[in-house]
């Protein structure tokens, strides 16, 4: 079970807090904490303080113990919950994360909180998931100054090592969560079998072919044109070509695609074929990152070392990273530390097989991520995701926060 990892918030508030418990809550009605000790036991708090009242119990319990790293607060009694959550901060003396609870459903209420520094506002009745997110969010690390020298926009490649190990899934699944904070381009780059528009219930983007057929005249708005919104800040170029035609692909149409989208997106996701045609050569050369994904079957081994080699040997200059996927779920699995020395690599990120989470993600159309439930799966998929998250640059996350208020 994945546990809030504390430490991010940074050693002063660790050390100031030391003996205090981690996590303290003050809400007033018992259902609500009985879902606050399910969350905290869910996420791996071992010894959280459940009090029953509001702000006044939470200022309470500071000025007695001092800050905690992480508090709940219920302003459901209070007359004017921002000023007390405003006073509740100023008593901790340090950052830390709160998030409120309360029974307005007001979205200048949210944003006036977000003013004073309060992580979150959930209405009541708040369900357990959105209640486990909002924790997990609120304790991520702060988001990293503005750059002023923004770093080129990465090209994060996903490539299966074999068919079906759900290299579509994860390169949506990053794209979906990476989009949560900045702009960011997926390009299904197998303009025949492509899936991920399928996957979001997307009609497959027209004008991609055409964009890498005719390098020459890829501009902004064409590549606006071409592509489908899958959502504020998710583009997608993909394609449904005939299956009787040959792709006349321009051999440098892929590296003018990817330029236009770096100048306007905080990151490109490419999902690759294994054809081993043109277009997969471009995208492993022109890729930083890319992501071998495979299952721990024998045949799976075999073909992650293969593939490894094959983009050692495109001399691109990306980096590697082996993602198995589905482990739990193949019939004969090798075990991880003789996979690893099949391949000659570690595996950087082991996400588990889960069924539930890829029928939800099929039924409603929407990116693994998104829909898994499992904390294993949550836990491993964020993870990954975030382990690309140091090549964007940094966006409040204001509006998706806003979006949940609104969407109850
Ligand atoms: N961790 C997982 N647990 C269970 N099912 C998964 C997992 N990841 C992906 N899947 C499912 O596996 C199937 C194949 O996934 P996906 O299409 O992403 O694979 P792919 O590698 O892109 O396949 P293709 O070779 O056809 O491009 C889908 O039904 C997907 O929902
Ligand atoms: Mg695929």
């Known amino acids: 079970m994945a546990g809030l990892n504390l430490k991010s918030r940074g050693s002063k508030a660790s050390a100031a807090s030391a003996a205090a418990p981690t996590l303290v809550a003050a809400v007033i009605d018992e259902v609500t904490r009985e879902s606050v000790r399910n969350v905290a036991s869910q996420l791996g708090w071992t010894a959280p303080v459940i009090r029953e009242g509001g702000v006044s119990a939470a200022a309470a319990y500071v000025k007695a113990t001092g800050a905690p790293n992480f508090i709940i607060v219920d302003v459901s009694d209070s007359e004017n919950p ?24 007001d979205i200048r209420l949210y944003r006036r909180l977000c003013d004073v520094g309060v992580s979150d506002y959930l209405v009541k009745p708040v369900p357990e998931d959105v209640l486990a997110d909002s924790l997990q969010i609120a304790n991520e690390p702060p988001a990293p100054p503005e750059r002023t020298d923004p770093k080129r926009t990465q090209l994060i490649g996903l490539i299966g090592a074999r ?8 390169a949506v699944s990053i794209a979906w969560s990476i989009a949560q904070q900045v702009k960011v381009a997926l390009l299904d780059l197998d303009l025949h079998f492509g899936s991920a528009a399928l996957s979001l219930d997307l009609e497959p983007s027209r004008g991609l072919r055409e964009l890498l057929s005719h390098p020459d005249r890829i501009d902004s708005l064409l590549i606006d044109a071409a592509a489908s919104q899958a959502g504020e800040r998710l583009r997608l170029l993909s394609a449904e070509e005939p299956l009787e035609d040959t792709l006349d692909l321009d051999p440098d149409g892929l590296l003018a695609v ?3 989208l770096r100048a306007s997106t905080g990151m490109v996701v490419a999902d690759i074929p294994r054809g081993l045609g043109p277009l997969t050569r471009q995208a492993v050369v022109c890729a930083d990152v890319i992501g071998v994904v495979t299952d721990l079957s024998l045949a799976g081994m075999r073909d992650t070392q293969r593939v490894l080699a094959m983009i050692a040997h495109a001399h691109g200059g990306a980096k590697t990273m082996v993602v198995a996927n589905r482990v739990g779920g193949v019939a004969g699995e090798i075990a991880v530390r003789d996979f690893e020395r099949g391949i000659g690599a570690k595996i950087a990120h082991s996400i588990p097989y889960d069924r539930a ?20 799966t949550v836990a491993a998929l964020r993870s990954f995701a975030q382990s690309f998250s140091d090549g964007v640059e940094a966006a409040p996350q204001s509006t998706s926060l806003l979006k949940r208020v609104l969407g109850r």
Request: charged share 15%.
């Open 82 to 105: 921002v000023e007390d959550l405003a006073a509740l901060l100023n008593l901790c003396g340090q950052p830390t994360p709160v998030v409120a609870i309360g029974l307005v459903n």
């Open 163 to 170: 068919g079906g190990v759900g290299a579509t899934s994860l």
């Open 258 to 260: 990817v330029d236009q």
């Open 357 to 376: 989470a890829a029928v939800a993600a099929a039924e409603g159309a929407k990116p693994l991520i998104d829909v898994a439930r499992n904390p294993k």
